[in-house]
């Protein structure tokens, strides 16, 4: 497991963040207009599954509770209906430690 230190102002979006109603998907990730491409869709589906595997979780459902994107987030992810943005690459990082350089470079299929 990875372990990271939370400035205060993260740690309050974070606090935010959870207190806050449901979330919709689209509250904090960007809809994408332009059609998916099977590039972009492997690549996400690699950028979860790498977490996923890093961090010895069981599923989608596992990797949404510690991030918290609701479950149809994940999934919209997965199928290419939303794109990885920075919002969601900062949740990953901030619940799962592993580096953001990492994280960017596995969204746009480079690893």
Same mark, same amino acid.
């Given at each position: 497991?990875?372990? %990271?230190?939370?400035?205060?102002? %993260?740690?309050?979006?974070?606090?935010? $963040? #959870?207190? /806050?109603?449901? /979330?919709?998907? $689209?509250?904090? %990730?960007?809809?994408?207009?332009?059609?998916?491409?099977?590039? $972009?869709? @492997?690549?996400?589906? /690699?950028?979860?599954?790498?977490?996923?595997?890093?961090?010895?979780?069981?599923?989608?459902?596992?990797?949404? #509770?510690?991030?918290?994107?609701?479950?149809?987030? %994940?999934? @919209?992810? #997965?199928?290419?209906?939303?794109?990885?943005? $920075?919002?969601?690459?900062?949740?990953?990082?901030?619940?799962?430690?592993?580096?953001?350089?990492?994280?960017?470079?596995? #969204?746009?299929?480079?690893?």
């Amino acid at each position: 497991m990875f372990s %990271i230190t939370l400035t205060p102002e %993260i740690a309050q979006a974070i606090e935010e $963040s #959870r207190n /806050a109603a449901y /979330a919709r998907p $689209s509250d904090f %990730i960007e809809l994408d207009d332009s059609k998916p491409t099977e590039e $972009s869709i @492997k690549a996400a589906n /690699a950028l979860l599954d790498t977490v996923i595997s890093q961090l010895g979780l069981k599923n989608d459902a596992h990797l949404s #509770r510690l991030t918290d994107l609701p479950p149809p987030a %994940i999934s @919209k992810l #997965r199928h290419g209906k939303l794109r990885i943005t $920075s919002e969601v690459l900062m949740r990953l990082y901030i619940a799962t430690g592993i580096s953001m350089e990492y994280l960017v470079k596995a #969204r746009s299929g480079q690893i």
